[in-house]
């Protein structure tokens, strides 16, 4: 349960919340089960505006924190485990060596820091995430379906088991990430970096393609022994007829 007494000094607004956490650096704030966002009763947020509020180290577990301007706000190693962050703005949000398990992110994330981090089994689908910095992420698990992530960085995460249809990766960077697992259709890859992705589990010797389309018939033929016994024959008829 969330401590009373930092709710309290929330409802003064951001200012006063903020002028807090610089007085005393050494309180962790638990806003944990904490309902900040919308709810069905009330048919609004509590808090419609915490642009640029400071929530580094906070514990915020199975808090709603839905329909929020958190524009600019400082997440900076939060706790954000099965958090519903769901039509929230988190735009140019700080959220470095944050950490989330099932939490929902369809929310607006461009522009934002999330390097470090680990969200994983996390919902972006239809979410904005134009721009962002990834770099280093463990984005195991998640759903990116029909979500923005062009010209963002992605550089060495872990995608293992992310779902991406219909997405957006238009002009990102996912060198060195790990795609073991993934799911692609329909993935617009135009201008996108994709320089030693790692097909392989963690546990398996690592095997790199700088092709996401193609990792997965890379990885099959590699494991399936039927299917590369049968391309072998293919190639060796087809030098047979070359040579006669």
């Known amino acids: 349960m969330a401590d ?3 709710l309290e000094i929330l409802s003064k607004g951001v200012e006063e919340w903020n002028r807090w ?4 650096p050494d309180v962790i704030p638990d806003l944990r089960e904490a309902n900040l966002g919308y709810t069905v009763k009330t048919g609004k947020s509590i808090y419609n505006d ?3 509020i400071n929530l580094s180290k906070s514990l915020l577990d199975d808090s709603n924190l839905s329909i929020i301007d958190f524009s600019n706000a400082n997440f900076y190693e939060s706790k954000l485990n099965r958090v519903d962050l769901s039509y929230s ?11 989330a398990v099932e939490s929902d992110f369809t929310c607006e994330l ?10 994983i089994i996390c919902n972006f689908r239809g979410s904005n ?8 992420t463990n984005l195991s698990w998640g759903e990116f379906g029909q979500a923005d992530i062009s010209n963002s960085i992605l550089i060495n995460c ?9 997405t957006n990766l238009e002009g990102a960077c996912l060198d060195g990430s790990r795609i073991f697992g993934i799911s692609s259709w329909r993935v617009n890859l135009a201008n996108c970096s994709q320089n030693h992705l790692i097909i392989t589990h963690k546990d398996e010797p690592t095997i790199s393609v700088d092709d996401l389309e193609v990792a997965q018939f890379i990885y099959l033929i ?3 022994k039927k299917i590369k016994k049968v391309i072998d024959t293919l190639i060796s008829k087809a030098v047979l007829i070359i040579q006669i």
């Not at 461009?110 to 969200?119: K, Q």
């Open 21 to 24: 956490r610089k007085e005393h």
């Open 222 to 224: 590699i494991n399936n």
């Open 158 to 166: 872990n995608l293992t088991e992310a779902h991406f249809v219909d």
């Open 4 to 6: 009373e007494k930092h």
């Open 89 to 99: 703005n988190l735009s140019y949000a700080n959220l470095d060596y944050t950490e």
């Open 110 to 119: 461009y522009n934002a820091t999330v390097r470090n981090a680990s969200l």
């Open 129 to 136: 995430l134009s721009n962002t910095d990834f770099t280093n």
């Open 50 to 52: 915490l642009s640029g």
